[in-house]
Every structure is written in C-alpha cells, then in structure tokens.
C-alpha cells in the first residue's frame, strides 16, 4: 500500500509524503528564514516542529539546525541525521499519525500554505563547481566549435571534467536574469564587440547538494560518494554563448556564465531518489580505478524545458531530457574532485553540466537545439536562436513513482534588458 | 620627519607605523579568533582597543566589527571607516600620544608579541577568482606550450583572464600542502597516469581583498574599482602541471591546483600602499573604453621566492620579482570581474595571476624557471626541476619608503608527500 499523508495532497503534486524535500523560506517578508519541507501545497515550518519537541531521536533531539537561516548545519551532521529526519517526519505527516494530524494549533503553526511563503536559497554555497557529464552535450558543443573529427576531447573519457564556477551569482528560482555586457570575438576593425550579450542562453542542469563534508588532504573513496551528498536540485546555468567563445582559452568559462545561475527551492534526497535509481551508460574506455564504482547508477528523472516568449502568457515545451543520460555518475564526480585532497563542505553544490540527451528535442540548451542559432526554433508563433529580452524559460524535474511523483518543482527565471 | 612609534620597530620591520596590516588572529590555543594589525614585532588585539573606546569615529564608533572571527564586516564598511580606522591606529601608536603609551595595564593587554600568537584566515572568502595579469607570464607559459608564433592569445591583450579558483581549499601561510595525486597524460598503453604529481609547483602571487561588494547586475566602474579594495596579500597559488596539462582543456584548470592555496596573514592596505604607486606598463593595444583608467599604476613591491630544500636549513633564493611588472591592474581586473553584472562580496579574493619579470631570474614560477624541467635550478647544493617532498617555499614582498618599509611578512609552506 502506497503511504500516504493526512494533508492532502494531489495525484499530479511533486511533493507527496514520499519526497519530502528540503528549502528555506520566509513566513513573511519581514521574518525569519528557517528550513521547512513541502508536503502537496503545504510547506512544514521545521522550526516549530523542532520547538514543539518531535524531533526527538538521537541525532536531532538536542540540534538547532533547524533554527537556522540556511540548511548547512543539518546537513553537516551527516546521512544519520538526515535519515532520522526523514523518517520522524514521514511518520508525523502520514495519515494514521494523530501528533500533528490532530492538534489544530500546532498543524495551523506548522503548516504553511506554499503560495503565501517566499522561498529563498536553501544553502550557503561556500563553492560551486560545474562539471561536463553528458556525453551528448559533449559531443554536440564539439561538432559545433571543433567539427566532426574528435568532436570530444581525449581526456573527457577518462576525467570528469570540471571548472569552478562563480557561488555569489547562485540566485533562487524566481529572481529575474539582466541581460550581461561583455567582450566578443573582434569583427570591424578588428577590435572586440563590446555591448549586452547576443548569444543568451540556459543550460539545462541539475546539481548535487554536498552534506558532510571531507577534510583538507583527505580524498572521498567514491564507494563512500553517496554519503556526502545529501540531494539534487534543478539548476540554470545561464550562459553567454559570445562572452564565453573570446574569453575562454586558455583558462576556462569566466564572465560568460557569472552573471547568474538559477537553483530550484526544493533539494529533494537522495533517500527520496533511491526508487528511481537506474543503470547509468557503460563507460567504455573503462574509468580508472579509483573512479570504479561498485554500483554505477544515475537516477530516472524526466526533465522539460518550457519558454514563455516575451510578451506571451503560455509556456512551450522546447525540450525534454532525463538525468539518467549523464555518463559520468554524481558520485564520480564527487570522488574525482576530492581525488587531489581538495575539501568540500556542507552545502556546495556541484552542478552536472547541460543535461543533453541522444535525440534533437532532448538538448539542454538553445546551442545546441537551435546549432549555434543556424535552426531557429519555433515557438509560440515566433522564432528564437538565443533568448530574448523578457524571455521566461522554466525548467521541470520529476520521477514517476507507482502512483505519486517525486518532483522538483520548477526553476525558473525571466530574462531583463541589459543597463544601458 | 618620519612617523614613529612608541612601540619600538626594528628598520628592517615590514610593520611600522606607516604600514599597521590587519589580520585575525589567536592570542592562545583555545581563545576566539580576533582582528588585529601588525606593529614591529607585536600585534595590537582590535578587539581590545574596541572595547577601550577608543575607535571614536562615527563609522567604528558603535560597530562590533573588531569583535568578529574575520575582517569581513569591518571590510564591508567600506573605506570611509578603512580610513578612520587607519587614522585612529596612527594616532594611538604614535609615539607622542599618551593614551595608549602610558597605560601599562592596557598596554599589556592590547599588545601581544607575534611571536606569541596563532595567525588565522584573515578573512571568510566567499569567492576566489585567479587572474592571468602578466605577460611575461603569459608569454613564457604560451612559448613553452604552444612555441614561438603567437605564444600570447589574441584575447590576452583585451581581456585581463582569468578563472574561478577554489575557496575552500584556501590556508594560512604556515600550512603544509599534501602533494596531490591525480590523472596526468597518458603514457603506456594509451592510459593516463594516475598517482602523485610529478610536477608540483609555486606560482608567486599577490591578491586584492575585495572590502565594499557590488550588487548583482550592477558593475563597478574602473574609476571607481579602488574604493572596492581593502589591501593585498601574498599568495601561493600551488600548481600540479601534470594535472593541470591533462584535465584544463577545454573549461581551465581544476584539480591541478584546488588541493591548495595559501596566503599571507597581513592584509596591507592600499592606504599603506599609496606612496609606493608606479606607473603601470604600456598598454598595447589600448584598453576598451570599459578598462580605460584616469589613473593607471601598480605598486613598486620587491617579490622574492626562496626555497629551503628538504632536509636543509637554509633558504635559497631564487627568484625576485616585482608587484610593478603587471600588465592589467588590480582595478581593471575588479572592473572587468563586474562588467557582466557579477556581484564581488566583501572577503572575495582577486589572485594576480604568476608575478614574472623580464628576466629569467624574476620568473615566478619552476614552469618559467627550469622551462619545464628542461633547465634544472642549482640551490643549496642539490637541484630542483620540480618541487620534491619536504621542500618548503617563502615568499616575502616589501616597498622600501625613505627610512622605512611597508612589507608583506611572509607567505610560506612545506610540501608534504602524497597519502599512500
């Protein structure tokens, strides 16, 4: 039998009683942050639940991690506290339970409705790293800038390629994209364009919440990766196509992406993940050793790009992909970043890279759906190579389950004309 | 007449009462870290000074700035209070003042031999960006890798590069760095490498504290970039370039050198630093309109890299540089970070890039010097083409003023060897 929640929740809601996934929000503009979990249209203040006294296991009892501004300090304590979480407020929100079901005052304390609330950054990114996981959009940006001989570097098969990208643009869903200025390739007079960027556009990613940490010096054996992350986000690493071409040789994409990277609310667990897990691609040439998983799994999540087109009300679907294509695994990456004995801490965020599939309607961003803006794309009675001004593109993630979702919600962000 | 303090200052003191650098320190093992500056061989407890009164200026007046385990907040009150405090601590420590000079018990309390104490991150760095900002720099690494024709990219010289560094990974001066493992090209059978790096290196440094931050989507202007400075640092900015040669293309260097960087403890000023202005070299060709200065200057800053080599005692000079040979200044660098819209934090670290000189005996790095091992260095009767465990590596960096200096102290570290 399907567990289920004494609040109500939908049959087409991404936040039944199986996902319970972790944000920070405001009650109301002028309150505090504190850490909650959605439940259906509900949000579950865990402050209140903590001061009320049920958190009452061993790993929680006497924490005030959930009388915090930012989730850091719970998932600091590690995958213990994380699965006693879980499964305290599982029980408390299940439908057989009367402690929360049947204290009007407490519900009413506790239970917030969603559209009343303001979310905000669930974490304190101390760092941010953007890996380059899917073989596909590999590919792709290789047969547009390199062309059809070795489209993929060398090292891409053997190395989770990664760059550290920029942690104080790090933006919450919602927050509005100017436009950026910057440098292009030199055209008249064979000086730099200079002006708002051409070439705007979105990656469709995901990124892996870091929970416990590792110290300085102290590589994570990638068997033990999963441990250390505590969920997945949606994530839009907005890009500046023509910004980054000029800048980024030799030392990687800088200016062209540091304007503003947009994370969905909710950070949905591992825990809520694992029934979705599935085989990820065979890795051939084989990875080395200290990249060798014993189980090698991405997860099944369907994922869906939508724009609003400026100066429209409805959203069109350009593109759905699904997180299981990633060649290299979260835990992979998380092993590989730590292999030279770089420390991760509580709450970075390691993204995965633009989430491409193998079919043309499953690429992750305008470059490669629109090849670099020589197929312009069709939506909504207009056509786009890159983003307009007043643009929306909303990004969706779910997993299917046996009669519930486990979603993410949305991750959205509209686009503002660059100042003059 | 020059400045004096009642504290006596050695001449060959980098801490006169003409430089005063801010750091945080411990006064015990087991006590809060607090701000202090530097004073010949003593450091002055802000912390102490705060709670005498004695910062009576209206922007440190009511702060609690000097009771924090870092500088940020007193950063983030921008220069006005920068200057007030300078003024206060210049006036306190001079040697005609009384209040301080004559108050044995506060005396004893406020001032603590360095000697005694445990320097700490001066600062939470929030953000660690790595410029690429000289060009003999630039011009060596691009004729060791590409050879002679066009060792410089043409973005070079419109665009002051640079990448995302790694923040966590950032130690104090003091801290042995574990020699890193990880991938390097690949050799037999077409597999890559993998196991300690066999081409560790130092890249001499310096680093602009970002004190005043930007809003996001809200660039700062080249002629306003100063006022967004605190001071400069030292930094090492340890480079793997084996694994560095393997994994940066195409997204920049990574795991080659996130396993560690470190800085100097004392943060000096810009105030301090002003007399020792000197005209920036020429730029050609010249800056777009975005980059172009009223004022164009560097700092005349005498750099010099020694080693101790393992299982000796003396240090071996082998290289002196200067901060004055930079092509792009630290406020084109800061401008350029926030033409896009990127917001800097107070705290946020902007590294340089490798400091070399013109001649081969200023180069800042073992790339540089030994030409990528082609011409081994000769010290202390040994040889080096790379870095060897136990091997410790000292910057030191001074201005040298009319009976005085404004210096850096020292930026050290040993290298330890990798984990089996």
Redesign the interface.
Known sequence: MVLKSFVEVHPDSHFPIQNLPYGVFKAEPGSEARPGVAIGDYVLDLSVIASAGLFDGPYLENSDCFNQPTLNKFLGLGQLAWKEARSTLQKLLSAAEPILRDNTSLRQKALLPMDKVQMLLPIAI??YTDF?ASKHHAKNCGLIFRGPENPI???WF??P?????????I?ISGTDI?R????GH?TVNS??Y?GPSRKLDFELEMAAVVGAGNE????VDVNEAANHIFGLVLMNDWS?RD?QA???????????K???TTISPWIVTLDALAPFASDAPDQN?PP???LAEKEYKNYDISLQVSIVPAGQKDACIISRSNFKHLYWTITQQLA??T???????PG?LLGTGTISGPEPDSYGCLLELTWNGQKPLSLGGTTRTFLDDGDEVIFTGCCKGGGYNVGFGRCSGKILPS?P
Do not use: M, T
């Open positions: 101390g760092d380059f570097n060398p090292n053997h190395i390629i990664a760059y550290h990208g920029r942690a104080s643009s933006v100017i950026p200025r910057g440098q030199p000086l730099p200079f300085l010096g102290k590589p500046a910004i000029w800048e980024y040789v030799p030392l990687g994409p800088f200016l062209g540091s304007f503003g040439p080395l050793p200290y590989h970043h292999i030279n004995g770089c420390n991760l801490r970075d100042p």
